[in-house]
T-cell receptor, first 117, second 111 residues
Framework: GAVVSQHPSWVICKSGTSVKIECRSL??????MFWYRQFPKQSLMLMAT?????????EQGVEKDKFLINHASLTLSTLTVTSAHPEDSSFYIC?????????????FGEGSRLTVL | DAKTTQPPSMDCAEGRAANLPCNHS???????VYWYRQIHSQGPQYIIH???NNETNEMASLIITEDRKSSTLILPHATLRDTAVYYC????????????FGQGTTLQVKP
């Protein structure tokens, strides 16, 4: 299947700093990417939908000024957690859609584990 | 978006078939049924999807009832590496095609 890569796979930062997580589709062009967050022993929660060249669409309850999403190219989307706090510690996962239309498969990255001290 | 209901956990003996059920009684006619799994601390892995007909690939088989209100994912010969959380998702019938995850079924394959 198609490959989606995230970087970094894990990061530890101090409270108040900003952290950027990259999501790349390695062997296909992804016009749409999705960002999820997962807390321990919970399911994945969709945060936002990222479309290349336009503003991201955030799910209800997700602060767009705190979780900045940029999708500047067809193979790269970035999630920046601004002024991170311990409650932002989580597993962040991106996915990218291959193919046209909503029947295209979604492929997921390996996830990025953020720990805020 | 149609809600799906899955049992929270299941056990399966290694080498036997694992049958994971999913109810999606409110699924609309143009919503697909997708199955993903997530092994601990990894991103979800695509398994299979279908609309009306039964589907089979190298990983699993998907059986969808005629009324499309439920489906079953079958892993024909479960191995210890199949231990994971399995998610059944009704894909939203919009151009965004986003996946909304439920709680899934934790499958424990035992030796």
């Amino acid at each position: 299947g198609a490959v989606v890569s995230q970087h970094p796979s894990w990061v530890i930062c101090k409270s108040g700093t900003s952290v950027k997580i990259e999501c790349r589709s390695l062997d296909f062009q992804a016009t749409t990417m999705f960002w999820y967050r997962q807390f321990p022993k919970q399911s994945l929660m969709l945060m936002a939908t990222s479309n290349e060249g336009s503003k991201a669409t955030y799910e209800q309850g997700v602060e767009k000024d705190k979780f900045l999403i940029n999708h500047a190219s067809l193979t790269l989307s970035t999630l920046t957690v601004t002024s991170a706090h311990p409650e932002d510690s989580s597993f962040y996962i991106c996915s990218a859609r291959s193919g046209l239309g909503y029947t295209g498969e979604l492929f997921f990255g390996e996830g990025s584990r953020l720990t805020v001290l | 978006d149609a809600k799906t209901t899955q049992p929270p956990s299941m056990d399966c003996a290694e080498g036997r078939a694992a049958n994971l059920p999913c109810n999606h009684s409110t699924i609309s006619g143009n919503e697909y049924v997708y199955w993903y799994r997530q092994i601990h601390s990894q991103g979800p892995q695509y398994i299979i999807h279908g609309l009306k007909n039964n589907e089979t690939n190298e990983m699993a088989s998907l059986i969808i009832t005629e009324d499309r209100k439920s489906s079953t994912l079958i892993l024909p010969h479960a191995t210890l590496r199949d231990t994971a959380v399995y998610y059944c998702i009704a894909r939203l019938s919009s151009n965004t095609g986003k996946l909304i995850f439920g709680q899934g079924t934790t499958l424990q394959v035992k030796p």
